[in-house]
T-cell receptor
């Protein structure tokens, strides 16, 4: 049984560029979550999916951020026109439907220069 | 008021000490509470979860929930240097800031 997988693990990009992160959840989990974490802070909720439906979005998710889960399996998180303030670790997690415990991947580190 | 409050520490203890980590939460509707451990530059790892009030024990770890005071705790017995990490409390999509723990050999 593989855990939550994220790719790429590290990304350095110039301000203004677009970046995309991919997440593959645990195979039997139909809920998928995106969080953002900066140094010294806990993970901040961005959005979550149940199957392919995006059920909840945080106010943190500005219009430069978009997440998709087209077939209810893997998900992508795209950040357009990156800003230095977007530098953070982007965490993906998954859970069973109705499950209250979520399991995280190792995260994707973004550095915007 | 933030939904989950956690003292960020840092907390430094000698090896073998009993560690107490605590969080408070604001929404009395919360029923499930989780503790995660996070090593530097890694994703959070689920340690324990509890439902409603009471205690749950797993090896050297005990999680405790007091719904009357909206207080959750994690106790670590016989702490080891390998327990040095950031500990995050969480409930329904919301995480505390994490408490950084160092166990000194």
């Amino acid at each position: 049984d593989t855990g939550v997988s994220q790719d790429p693990r590290h990304k350095i990009t110039k301000r203004g560029q677009n970046v995309t992160f991919r997440c593959d959840p645990i195979s039997e989990h139909n809920r998928l979550y995106w969080y953002r974490q900066t140094l010294g802070q806990g993970p901040e909720f961005l959005t979550y999916f149940q199957n392919e439906a995006q059920l909840e979005k945080s106010r943190l998710l500005s219009d430069r951020f978009s997440a998709e889960r087209p077939k209810g399996s893997f998900s992508t998180l795209e950040i357009q026109r990156t800003e230095q303030g977007d530098s953070a670790m982007y965490l993906c997690a998954s859970s069973e439907e109705g499950g209250n415990t979520i399991y995280f991947g190792e995260g994707s580190w973004l550095t915007v220069v | 008021q933030k939904e989950v409050e956690q003292d960020p520490g840092p907390l430094s203890v000698p090896e073998g000490a009993i560690v107490s980590l605590n969080c408070t939460y604001s929404n009395s509707a919360f029923q499930y509470f989780m503790w995660y451990r996070q090593y530097s530059r890694k994703g959070p790892e689920l340690l324990m979860y509890t439902y409603s009030s009471g205690n749950k024990e797993d090896g050297r770890f005990t999680a405790q929930v007091d719904k009357s005071s909206k207080y959750i705790s994690l106790f670590i017995r016989d702490s080891q240097p390998s327990d040095s990490a950031t500990y995050l409390c969480a409930t329904y999509l919301v995480f505390g800031k994490g408490t950084r723990l160092s166990v000194i050999a």
